[in-house]
């Protein structure tokens, strides 16, 4: 059975509190069956396709559970494929924006490493304060509202008074942001999502690029009246 938002919300709101790898991978698992329907054996890659490829655990037990149903975590930005991740470099690059405008990498330190991130090839990777489930948590999620749900609104300059608006109706992920270009933060609750990015400051007050979504409308309708004509998309 698919979860639904009452159970994806209490399973979400754990991040709040210490969790184990296998716990944030439970929590991963609950957002991609939302989202994407039960996951099926036929959906992993074989133990055997993954025996002569070193990656850490956290994205192993990724690509086993759920490793050809590629649309959950590509679409906007890019997991690669595990054969062409190459672990001779430390970090190693493991997933990058569709333009390769920000990349990420990660270690074998552990089964559920730090995740860094960088903008050129030619500058330094910088160490951003996640795990490697985490982010993937965080891709998922970011991946579904931009390119899987089928409400929502978009719009690439919001003051952030108005953000606020938005914020006191869905939670936001208890969770570090990205540090992408520039901090990306994730919200989620009563079955309406939200992504909010930094998109610089006009007389002293920030803006930001902000993406609504949500597999149904209902949930959304709540946030109708926040919503001018000066945006750029609404399917609501």
Not at 66 to 80: D, P, Y
Not at 193 to 220: I, Q, R
């Amino acid at each position: 059975m698919n979860p639904n938002s009452n159970i994806l919300d209490k399973q979400l709101a754990r991040l709040a509190d210490e969790t184990t790898f296998e716990e944030r991978f439970e929590i991963l698992k609950t957002l991609v069956e939302y989202w994407h329907g039960e996951i099926q054996s036929e959906d992993g890659i074989t133990e055997n396709q993954l025996s002569n490829i070193t990656i850490p655990t956290a994205l192993k037990k990724w690509f086993l559970w759920a490793g050809k149903r590629k649309n959950i975590m590509s679409g906007q930005n890019f997991l690669l494929d595990p054969q062409v991740i190459d672990t001779s470099r430390n970090p190693f690059l493991f997933y990058h924006e569709n333009q390769y405008s920000y990349q990420w990498a990660t270690t074998l330190e552990s089964e559920d490493p730090l995740v860094y991130g960088r903008v050129e090839e030619s500058e330094p990777w910088l160490l951003q304060n996640l795990r490697l489930s985490e982010h993937l948590i965080l891709t998922c999620l970011f991946e579904a509202i931009l390119c899987h749900a089928k409400f929502g609104a978009a719009t690439a300059w919001l003051a952030e008074t108005e953000v606020d608006a938005f914020k006191q109706q869905i939670p936001a992920l208890a969770l570090p942001p990205w540090t992408w270009l520039t901090e990306t933060r994730l919200f989620a609750g009563g079955g309406r999502f939200m992504c909010t990015m930094e998109n610089g400051e006009d007389d002293g007050l920030a803006y930001y690029s902000v993406w609504l979504g949500a597999k149904t409308e209902e949930p959304l309708q709540s946030l109708k009246p926040l919503i001018s004509g000066n945006w750029e998309y609404s399917s609501l």
